[in-house]
């Protein structure tokens, strides 16, 4: 039987499609970025999948492509986790987040799920 916990987080996430590129920080403005998709998001952080291993404690530079717009963040990665396909579940929260993209997510986040 399923017990409801409240959440441990600060800020709510809400699931979502939205294509992401993934840097390393310190390559911010050099080559492709890794692409992926976001399993979901929310003003502290967001959850995808990576085809390679990043390390926790890693410093990335995010672009969050929701809904015809542009966010961009600055994360960290809380933590890692194997799966079967040989990928990584990723989840990282942001720590750097300019006002408008902040405003972005917030209209996002409080729209309603189609």
Do not use: W
């Not at 709510?12 to 499609?17: A, H, K, L, Q, T």
């Not at 952080?45 to 926790?56: D, N, P, W």
């Not at 890692?80 to 989840?91: A, D, N, S």
């Amino acid at each position: 039987m399923a017990e409801n916990k409240p959440s441990r987080r600060r800020f709510p996430r809400i699931p979502s499609g939205y294509e992401i590129g993934v840097r390393s920080a310190k390559e911010k403005n050099k080559g492709i970025p890794s692409v992926s998709t976001v399993h979901d998001v929310g003003l502290g952080g967001c959850r995808f999948v990576s085809k390679e291993q990043l390390g926790v404690g890693s410093l990335l530079s995010l672009t969050i492509l929701p809904k015809r717009s542009i966010v961009e963040a600055e994360a960290r990665v809380v933590y890692e986790l194997p799966m079967k396909e040989g990928t990584f579940e990723v989840g990282v929260e942001f720590l750097e987040i300019s006002q408008r993209d902040k405003a972005t997510l917030e209209k996002i986040l409080s729209a309603p799920v189609a």
